[in-house]
């Protein structure tokens, strides 16, 4: 997706809600400190996700090297560190679809 299109659907979706909120009474001032908050948000989520993929990261990464000096419960430390692994993964897609204005 281009930048211009990820720009259009943000638009467009900032303009479905100012539309929503004038329905509700709503006026511009109260849509944009709205918009704003959200725009906060949304970055705090993004910034949050990013954090927790690191950490899921480096939690996997610990995991293997338990795992590699444990034989008698190598498998379930090893699958702790996968589990991990599809954390960070799963954090990462959320911060990626977020910080496209989503």
């Known amino acids: 997706m281009a930048d211009g299109e990820?720009?259009?659907?943000i638009v467009g979706q900032r303009s479905a809600v100012s539309r929503a909120a004038g329905a509700l009474g709503v006026d511009d001032r109260e849509w944009m400190s709205v918009a704003a908050r959200?725009?906060?948000?949304?970055?705090?989520?993004?910034?949050?996700a990013r954090r927790l993929a690191v950490t899921q990261d480096e939690a996997a990464r610990l995991y293997g090297e338990i795992a590699?000096?444990?034989g008698e419960r190598a498998?379930?430390?090893?699958?702790l560190a996968e589990s991990a692994h599809a954390?960070?993964?799963?954090a990462r897609e959320i911060a990626n679809h977020f910080s496209h204005g989503h």
């Open 75 to 79: 498998d379930d430390v090893r699958r």
């Open 6 to 9: 990820i720009r259009l659907g």
């Open 68 to 70: 590699s000096r444990r």
């Open 87 to 90: 954390s960070a993964r799963r």
């Open 38 to 48: 959200w725009d906060v948000l949304r970055q705090s989520l993004v910034d949050t």
